[in-house]
């Protein structure tokens, strides 16, 4: 049982969705749920397992998932007929561990800019793969702690989890492959897709996705050329204005100084 609300959860996270662990620490008089008894609650309100059934499970759930934007973990110590109304009595107490899911990073090219980019990431929250089918690039020793898939775009899909976590970048050996990679992931559920290129590479690719059958809107969300414009051309700057425009999005901030922003009026502490 416990093994299955674990696989349940580790499921759920795969798939870019938070999750929380109910664990009953302890209980007294004729409290449901014995002590250890695990529960699984998602962002999505499917559950695994049970941390008693009736009142406290269902005041309990209703907690984790309104404390899920935050993800505090939280103790939890019930008098089950005095707090709750149950007519059980008892008590029960136990703690809940929220578990956010880290960003999925899928990169389409195992080149130097990509490899910079692993470099950056190496102490971040993005859980990366990389996608290239030139397999000998699997052993480059920047890869050796990220997922590593030497298979072409097309079929490299079928092992990706699409989700509203997903971040894709799009940096292969070719102008071809890389419109490839694209056509793969358009229409599919993803929170960023953009990728390498000059201002007429980006026309020529979009052109051809869109006489290949992709709609405008789908082709309008590519960040393409991808970056913030600060890099000198060298990958290590390139990978750096690719890290910050991934940010940016996920972060869901404004590309502004913060100097800038210290000095603006409106943002000045009023004096007493």
């Known amino acids: 049982m416990d093994r299955d609300i ?46 008693g ?20 973990n939280f103790s939890f110590n019930y008098n089950l007929a005095d707090d709750l109304g149950m007519a059980c009595g008892g008590t029960s107490a136990g703690y809940v561990r929220y578990f956010t899911a880290g960003t999925e990073l899928v990169i389409f090219g195992a080149g130097h800019c990509s490899q910079a980019l692993v470099r950056l990431l190496q102490h971040m929250r993005f ?11 699997a052993q480059e020793e920047v890869f050796a702690g990220v997922r590593f898939l030497a298979l072409p775009p ?28 694209y056509s793969a992931c358009l229409g599919r559920e ?3 897709l953009g990728g390498l290129g000059s201002a007429k590479k ?8 869109l006489n290949q059958g992709h709609s405008q809107s789908e082709i309008a969300g590519l960040h393409l050329p991808i970056g913030v414009d600060l890099a000198d051309g060298t990958p290590e700057e390139i990978a750096v204005s690719i ?19 210290a000095q603006d009026p409106t943002n000045s502490p009023t004096l007493a």
Request: proline share 1%.
């Open 202 to 209: 980006a026309a020529s690719v979009k052109e051809t996705l």
């Open 127 to 137: 859980h990366v793969t990389v996608v290239d089918d030139r397999a000998e690039f």
């Open 6 to 51: 674990l696989q349940f959860m580790d499921d759920k996270l795969g798939q870019g969705k938070s999750c929380a662990l109910i664990i009953v620490q302890q209980k007294a008089g004729s409290a449901p749920g014995e002590e250890g008894t695990l529960m699984a609650v998602c962002e999505d309100q499917t559950t695994s397992g049970t941390c």
């Open 154 to 181: 097309a079929q490299a899909v079928k092992e990706i989890k699409f989700s509203a976590n997903l971040y894709i970048v799009v940096a292969t050996w070719g102008h071809h492959l890389d419109t490839v990679a």
């Open 190 to 192: 993803y929170a960023f």
């Open 243 to 261: 890290l910050a425009e991934l940010l940016l999005v996920k972060n869901k901030k404004e590309l502004k100084l913060k100097n800038n922003a």
């Open 53 to 72: 059934g009736g009142t406290i499970e269902k005041v309990l759930t209703g907690r984790v998932l309104e404390g899920m934007s935050t993800a505090i």
